[in-house]
């Protein structure tokens, strides 16, 4: 069966900290692969999708990037944290753009 | 750009009467459509889904949902309420050109004994 992972569950960053974010699948290939960040009354806003290794489409550019190296890993990164960084950030895959989506456990980001 | 407005961010209904959830969508090709449901301290659950076919769909736990195109909606409905939904509710639309799924901010649904 098909597994997400996605870690850690917590992390507490310094402003202008670097971040990396790490989510990997289990059980299937070629997923979609997503990034969002849900804050209160905001919904989950889209940050990063990926159709493929190396294939990223950004919703949201400003201090973020993802990168997928590995068919089933997908990366959020920051090369310098910002406070507005904070939230928590869910991975989440699917087999093809009209199925569900199956959601990691998420992170829960502090910048202080 | 595409967008997907749930206009209510609460409501609140008595255990055993009608529910209905709006979500509006602004896109420019039939859109996959998704309701996923949300409980305190719970992950995202599918609730039902729209691609093609039947524009009325049923779901899980009692749910259904009916796409109208002439009004760019997919309002989410349940004939009697239990205490036990509630909880945030979220809709999400896909796109059939690229495989983005964009999200509504969601409405919290509270349950009146």
């Known amino acids: 069966s098909q597994t997400i992972h996605q870690w850690p569950a917590t992390l507490v960053q310094p402003v202008g900290s670097p971040l990396s974010l790490e989510c990997t699948v289990e059980g299937t290939s070629n997923p979609n692969l997503y990034w969002y960040r849900q804050a209160a009354g905001r919904g989950l806003q889209l940050l990063f999708y990926?159709?493929?290794?190396?294939?990223i489409s950004s919703e949201v550019p400003q201090n973020l990037s993802a990168s997928r190296p590995q068919d089933r890993q997908f990366i959020l990164s920051s090369k310098k944290l910002l406070l507005s960084d904070s939230g928590f950030y869910l991975c989440a895959w699917s087999a093809d753009r009209n199925e569900k989506l199956f959601f990691g456990s998420g992170t829960q980001l502090s910048v202080l | 750009a595409q967008s997907v407005t749930q206009p209510d961010i609460h409501i609140t209904v008595s255990e055993g009467a009608s529910l209905e959830l709006r979500c509006n969508y602004s896109y420019g090709a039939t859109p996959y459509l998704f309701w996923y449901v949300q409980s305190p301290g719970q992950g995202l659950q599918l609730l039902l889904k729209?691609?093609?076919?039947?524009?009325l769909v049923q779901g899980i736990k009692g749910f259904e949902a009916e796409f109208k195109r002439s009004q760019s909606s997919f309002n989410l409905r349940k004939p009697s309420v239990h205490w036990s939904d509630a909880a945030e509710y979220f809709c999400a639309v896909g796109m059939n050109r690229d495989d983005k799924i964009i999200f509504g901010k969601g409405t919290r649904l509270h349950i009146l004994p």
């Open positions: 990926s159709v493929g290794i190396g294939q």
């Open positions: 729209y691609f093609s076919g039947d524009t």
